[in-house]
């Protein structure tokens, strides 16, 4: 790990002046995933600012009926919230599929939604990776594929967001704040939260340099049979080859949510007004290009869709 230097603020203003324009400088919190990418020197900040001291540790009820989460509640209290186990029952238990217990003690939030992508050729730096090093390739294209992206993708890069979290967040269609380096706010839907790779796979998000997460907004509670189901190589703490997030209402409200299958959680609004397992997976995956080492996944997106309408039909 390389030397850097370690400051505190005392508010949020403070915190996003000390990293305005220091492309090397970095916020940590639970730090579960920028630590051990400092470790193995893919992340390389000089300057570090703890942001563990401000006051965004609560979750309140909005005057729209809602939740606003700040970005440093940490996963285990969110999960384990009433309100949240009530009426986002699907966000709670993404929550509790991901990780383990004592990761989920120390990750928050914010830190959740910006996590890294796990793909092997992005965590070994003596290989070719354009998210890691923009321009040098992408070596999962021709090597191996079975855990990457099947939509979405593009000729630069396959990986996908590994975050349970964010698939219920994208469902329920929450809203992230933030505050930009210039001092002012401002609200970011989910669904533009997370970009596709495109040309420029190290770009990840809608933030901006220095920009900094303050809440997580949920709407109003919509009801509905609430289900996440995940698929993956073993029991527990380990990322989802496929996760679906559904929220079907009695009313015939739909909403999928996809995980393991794109660089950013994946959803199809246009997708949620058909009917059946079938039809609905080959509206969500219509773009996909899958290797021959991942096409399972467009089989599996298909059979947990009829698992999850099976069990919502009781």
Not at 21 to 40: E, H, S, V, W
Not at 98 to 110: E, H, I, V
Not at 175 to 195: N, Y
Not at 229 to 253: E, N, P, Q, T, W
Request: glycine share 8%; net charge neutral; proline share 5%.
């Amino acid at each position: 790990m390389r030397a850097f230097t370690f400051e505190k603020p005392a508010s949020v203003e403070a915190a996003v002046k000390m990293v305005a324009g220091n492309p090397q400088a970095r916020f940590i919190a639970g730090g579960t995933n920028l630590l051990d990418l400092m470790k193995l020197e893919i992340e390389t900040p000089t300057h570090l600012v703890d942001v563990n001291g401000l006051d965004l540790d609560r979750i309140e009820t909005t005057d729209q009926g809602g939740l606003r989460i700040g970005a440093l509640v940490r996963n285990t209290d969110l999960a384990a919230d009433d309100r949240v186990r009530r009426d986002y029952p699907l966000l709670s238990r993404a929550l509790l599929a991901g990780a383990s217990g004592q990761l989920r003690n120390k990750a928050t939030t914010a830190g959740n939604l910006l996590q890294r992508t796990r793909c092997p050729y992005f965590y070994d730096p003596n290989q070719p990776c354009n998210k890691r090093n923009p321009g040098s390739g992408c070596s999962a294209l021709g090597g191996f594929s079975r855990q990457h992206a099947v939509v979405g993708t593009s000729e630069h890069c396959i990986a996908t967001h590994p975050s349970d979290m964010a698939i219920a967040m994208r469902a329920l269609d929450a809203v992230v704040e933030t505050v930009k380096s210039d001092g002012t706010r401002r609200s970011i839907p989910i669904a533009e939260f997370h970009l596709l790779p495109g040309d420029t796979p190290d770009v990840e998000t809608a933030l901006e340099q220095g920009e900094f997460i303050t809440a997580v907004v949920l709407p109003a509670p919509i009801g509905g049979r609430q289900i996440y189901h995940k698929v993956r190589d073993r029991a527990s703490y380990a990322f989802a080859l496929v996760s679906v997030g559904a929220v079907i209402g009695d009313d015939g409200m739909q909403r999928y949510a996809i995980g393991g299958v794109a660089h950013k959680p994946w959803r199809v609004e246009e997708a949620e007004a058909l009917e059946g397992p079938k039809a609905l997976s080959a509206a969500l995956m219509a773009d996909a290009r899958p290797t021959d080492q991942n096409r399972y996944k467009l089989d599996l997106v298909e059979r947990m869709l009829a698992s999850i309408l099976a069990e919502a039909k009781g």
